[in-house]
C-alpha cells in the first residue's frame, strides 16, 4: 500500500472513531474490537518519520476518542489502554476540545 494511503487510512480511522465513541456510552464493543485493532496495526505501520510530523494531531484525535472511551467504559478498559498507547502528547482537556487551530501548506 502506497505511503499516502496507509497515512489516508489511519487519519480516516481514527477521526471515524472519535465519532462514533463521542459521548456514547452504547458503544458496539463487538464493532470496537476490530476497530481499534485494526487502528493499532496501522499506527505501527506508519514511519517514525511521519509518526514526527503527525503525531500532535493523532494525540489530538485520539485523544479526544480516549476521553469519550475512558468516560464510557472507564480508563483501564482495555480499548481505551490501547488508543491511549498511541498518544504521545499531552491529552485534550476533554472530548469536546477542538481548540488547536488546524494549519496548512501551499
Keep these: 500500500m ?3 494511503t ?3 487510512e489511519f487519519a480516516a480511522s481514527a477521526g471515524a472513531l472519535e465519532g ?3 459521548r456514547r456510552e452504547d458503544v458496539d464493543i463487538k464493532a470496537l474490537n476490530n476497530w481499534i485493532a485494526n487502528l493499532k496495526t496501522a499506527y505501527g505501520l506508519l514511519p517514525q518519520q511521519v509518526l514526527q510530523e503527525v503525531q500532535p494531531s493523532i494525540d489530538q484525535t485520539l ?3 480516549w476521553k469519550s472511551l475512558a468516560q464510557g467504559l472507564g480508563q483501564d478498559h482495555d480499548f481505551a489502554q490501547t488508543v491511549k ?3 504521545r502528547g499531552p491529552l485534550p482537556e476533554t472530548a469536546d476540545d477542538f481548540q488547536k ?3 496548512f501548506r501551499e
Design 20 to 22: 462514533y465513541v463521542y
Design 2 to 4: 502506497h505511503l499516502f
Design 6 to 8: 496507509q497515512i489516508y
Design 101 to 103: 487551530k488546524k494549519w
Design 85 to 87: 498507547s498511541m498518544i
Design 63 to 65: 485523544g479526544r476518542a
